[in-house]
Every structure is written in C-alpha cells, then in structure tokens.
C-alpha cells in the first residue's frame, strides 16, 4: 500500500470524482477525511470503513472554513498529504 500512513482530505463526497478519489486513496492505505453533506460522507464512510479503511467524515463549508478544516484533519493524524 503505496500511502499507508498518509492522510488525504475530500471535499463534496456524495460527488462521483470525489468517490473515485476517495477509493483510490483507499485502495493506496490512506486515510481519509471527508468534508460535506454529512448524509453523503457517513454513507461513504460506511462503505470505506466496512471494506478495511479508515475514513472520517464532517459536516463543513469548504469554502469558509479551509484553514480550520486542515488544522482538523491534522490533530488526529499529525500530517495532511493530499487535499
């Protein structure tokens, strides 16, 4: 798993980029933070974490809130590889 240990950020997750984003990232051993519709990213979430990943969702507008929501992701797993 070629990003085991790295954390990736996705924003609107109900989105079909952002699903096969968030598969890839996946499939590769990340983590993934999801920010958004919290109906959309718990459904994703569902699938991830029944799969074997770990995944994490939360309810924000990324347009307003990009600096907190990086700080965010960065607490629990101390660094932010891909956004």
Excluded at 1 to 20: D, N
Excluded at 58 to 77: G, M, S, W
Aim: aromatic share 8%; net charge negative.
């Amino acid at each position: 798993m070629k990003l085991q240990g790295k954390t990736a950020i996705v924003t609107g997750p109900g989105e079909v980029s952002a699903k096969t984003s968030q598969w890839c990232f996946i499939v590769s051993g990340a983590h993934v933070v999801m920010y958004g519709n919290l109906q959309d990213a718990r459904s994703v979430a569902q699938k991830i974490i029944s799969s074997g990943g770990i995944a994490v969702t939360f309810e924000a507008d990324v347009t307003e809130h990009a600096t907190d929501l990086v700080a965010e992701t960065v607490k629990p797993y101390g660094t932010l590889a891909f956004w």
